[in-house]
């Protein structure tokens, strides 16, 4: 399984970019799938995950700025962005919580990461 993140670039603030996020492969079910992001100096957040039942969580500092939704494949996962701020500038990675069948016959949870993709914001 691979995924394949991007839509970053250069943007003033106040403006909007889409995110989209493709995981290619043997993909049996996808738990979860979303977007972190890493400042610099700063640790890994967590954006936006959308779960399998379709339900989404936010950190509070995107809520009602960022929306992540998935189109009818299920595999492909965009992070709209609006009203982008100075702050939001940082690498943005696609993160995915993917069910796979072991040779056992059992199930397990792999967790896959994408390639970063950088977000600018100007002020």
């Known amino acids: 399984v691979q995924l394949q993140a991007c839509g970053g670039g250069l943007v003033q603030a106040g403006g909007c970019r889409r995110l989209?996020?493709?995981?290619?492969?043997?993909?049996?079910?996808?738990?979860?799938m979303g977007w972190y992001r890493q400042a610099p100096g700063n640790q890994r957040e967590l954006v936006a995950v959308m779960h399998g039942d379709g339900s989404s969580n936010y950190t509070d500092s995107v809520k009602g700025r960022f929306t992540i939704s998935r189109d009818n494949a299920e595999n492909t996962k965009y992070l709209q962005m609006n009203a982008l701020k100075p702050e939001d500038t940082a690498v943005y990675y696609c993160?995915?919580?993917?069910?796979?069948?072991?040779?056992?016959?059992?199930?397990?949870?792999?967790?896959?990461w994408g390639q970063g993709t950088l977000v600018t914001v100007s002020s």
């Open positions: 989209s996020c493709v995981a290619s492969g043997s993909v049996f079910r996808i738990i979860s």
């Open positions: 993160n995915a919580h993917i069910l796979e069948p072991s040779h056992t016959g059992s199930y397990y949870v792999r967790n896959y």
